[in-house]
């Protein structure tokens, strides 16, 4: 029984399209028939083609490679970047407390010297 692609979200689907026709685009910009990517992907021409149409499921393994293959791998690891995660970034500057309670260890070590004043000793 052959398995049936998974139901992804509009948006998710859309990215899927936009990022395969970006790895085709780049693959056509180097002059890179789908054969000679597929054999350097240790893939199929037909594994690449789907890629490019956004199939959902091609493997991410496959994407790293073919990435991998064109140059454009260190892009992977910025997917998930922090720096580029508004809304985490929003989520944990809310979490962050308004007030920093410091013990009395904390407090004995900026304040005064305990004693009293050093002047007209």
């Known amino acids: 029984m052959p398995k ?20 085709g685009a780049a693959r056509r910009r180097r002059r890179l028939p789908l054969e000679i990517v597929a054999e350097r992907a240790l893939t199929t021409r037909q594994t690449i083609a789907r890629l490019e149409r956004g199939d959902p499921t091609v493997a991410v393994g496959t994407w790293a490679t073919v990435l991998f293959v064109l ?5 992977l690891a910025d997917i998930g970047a922090a720096a580029a995660d508004d809304v985490g970034l929003s989520l944990e500057a809310e979490r962050l407390p308004k007030r920093v309670h410091l013990g009395s260890r ?4 900026t304040g005064p010297p305990k004693g009293g004043s050093r002047e007209g000793s």
């Open 106 to 109: 904390a407090r004995g070590r």
């Open 4 to 23: 049936s692609p998974p139901t992804l979200p509009l948006a998710a689907r859309r990215a899927l399209s936009k990022a395969g026709a970006d790895v």
């Open 71 to 75: 140059g454009l791998v260190d892009r």
